[in-house]
C-alpha cells in the first residue's frame, strides 16, 4: 500500500519483496530502525556501496556500518572475540556498534569500510529491518538516511525532507524509538568506547567486567570518518545557554517554560532517554518553523545525557 508520496511505503510483504529484488541488484532503500532511518545498500556490492557515499554526499573516508540478522550471518565477515561474544550476548539484537577485525575471507565491499582492515557492525532491533536481513543472504551497508553532516532522519518524512524523489523506496515503520545512533564500542583492542549512545559505558562495562576507556574527545578524529561537524540541524546551535534571548528557539529539559512560544522541551518529566529521542526531532521542529538560532540550556553530563551532550556539541560545530 502506498503512502500519500509515492516513494514513501507502509510495510507489507510486497514491499518486503520489492525492497530485497532491489537491494540485490545494488539499489538502494531507505530503512526503519530503532535509532534512526538508514540508507541502506548491499554491502557485498561495490555499484550499491557507491551509491550510499554519493547519495549522502558522504566522504569516501568516512566507513559504514554493516547490519547483520545475527551473529550466524556475520562471523564470515568478522574475527571474533571474547568481548563481542559477551556483549552480542547482552544486547543484540540493540543500539550498539562493534568495531572488529576484518577476516581475510569477508565479503563485505573495501569502500564500504574505507578501506580499513576493520569492519563496523550491528544487529538492529526493528522488526521491518530484521525481516529484510533475514531474507537476503548478504549485510547491508546502512549510514543513516540524511545528506552528511545534517541531523539524522528519525521518521519517514524526514528521509523524504533529506532526498526528495531521489530514492525510489522508503519504507515508514514510525518514528524511530531511541532516535539517536548507536553506541559504537571498538573492540580491535583494549574496549573503547568511540561514540556514546543509549548503551552506556557503565553498562558495557558491567557486562564485560572490566574498565572500559572512553575517547576522551568524542570528537576527535580517531577513525578517518569521525568528523567534528555533524547532526547540524542547519543555523547556529549554542549550548549550555542560561538566558533565551526571545527570538531563537531555546531547547531545554522539563517544564519550566510550559506553553511559551520559543521553547522547546526534549523531556518534560526530566527524563534523559525520551530528551535523547526527541532531540533531532526537535530540530528538525524548529527548522521548519523558519527560525534562525537554537540555545540549548545545559544538558546534565550523567547516562543518556553523555550522549546528547555529544550530538549537541557536534550540532554547535556549524
Ligand atoms: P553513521 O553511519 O553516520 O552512523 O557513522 C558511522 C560511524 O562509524 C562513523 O563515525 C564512522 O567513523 C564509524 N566507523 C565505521 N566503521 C569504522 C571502523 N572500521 N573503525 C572505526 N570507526 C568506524
Ligand atoms: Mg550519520
Known amino acids: 500500500m502506498k503512502n500519500s508520496h509515492s516513494n514513501i511505503f507502509a510495510f507489507n510483504k510486497k514491499i518486503l519483496k ?21 540508507l541502506a545498500g548491499n554491502a557485498y556490492l561495490k555499484k550499491a556501496v557507491r551509491n550510499i557515499f554519493r547519495l549522502k554526499g558522504r566522504p569516501q573516508s568516512n566507513p559504514l556500518i554493516i547490519h547483520y ?44 569500510c574505507a578501506n580499513l582492515n576493520s569492519i563496523a557492525v550491528r544487529f538492529p532491533k526493528h522488526k521491518i529491518i ?19 553532516t545534517n541531523v539524522s532522519p528519525v521518521n519517514s518524512i524526514d528521509v523524504l525532507e533529506e532526498f526528495n524523489n531521489k530514492i525510489k523506496i ?7 524509538k531511541i532516535g539517536i545512533e548507536s553506541t559504537i564500542v571498538d573492540l ?48 547556529p546551535v549554542l549550548i549550555n545557554q542560561t538566558k533565551p534571548d526571545g527570538k531563537s528557539a531555546f531547547v531545554y529539559i522539563g517544564n519550566r517554560y510550559k506553553g511559551k512560544k520559543n521553547f522547546f522541551s526534549l523531556s518534560k518529566n526530566f527524563n534523559l532517554e525520551v530528551a535523547a529521542s526527541n532531540l533531532y526531532r526537535t530540530f528538525r521542529i524548529i527548522k521548519r518553523k523558519g527560525y534562525k538560532k ?4 545545559k544538558i546534565p553530563l550523567v547516562g543518556c545525557g553523555i550522549a546528547i551532550n555529544d550530538r549537541i556539541k557536534r550540532a554547535s560545530k556549524f
Open 69 to 112: 540478522y545475527n551473529f550466524q550471518k556475520a562471523r564470515e565477515d568478522v574475527v571474533i572475540n571474547k568481548f563481542f561474544k559477551k556483549l552480542y550476548k547482552k544486547f543484540c539484537p540493540g543500539p550498539i556498534t562493534f568495531i572488529l577485525k576484518k577476516s581475510r575471507k569477508s565479503k563485505v565491499h573495501p569502500i564500504a
Open 188 to 235: 580491535t583492542s583494549t574496549p573503547t568506547i568511540l561514540r556514546p549512545g543509549i548503551i552506556s559505558k557503565n553498562m558495557i562495562e558491567k557486562t564485560l567486567k572490566i574498565k572500559v576507556k572512553s575517547k576522551k574527545k568524542f570528537n576527535e578524529i580517531k577513525s578517518p570518518g569521525m568528523m567534528k561537524k555533524h547532526y547540524s540541524p542547519g543555523m
Open 18 to 38: 520489492k525492497t530485497t529484488k532491489n537491494l540485490i541488484i545494488g539499489n538502494v532503500a531507505a530503512l526503519p530502525t530503532e535509532t534512526v532511518y538508514g
Open 170 to 176: 522508503i519504507i515508514d515503520g514510525g518514528k524511530s
Open 294 to 297: 537554537i540555545q540549548i540550556s
Open 130 to 148: 530484521r525481516s529484510i536481513l533475514k531474507k537476503t543472504n548478504f549485510p547491508l551497508a546502512m549510514p543513516s538516511a540524511n545528506k552528511s
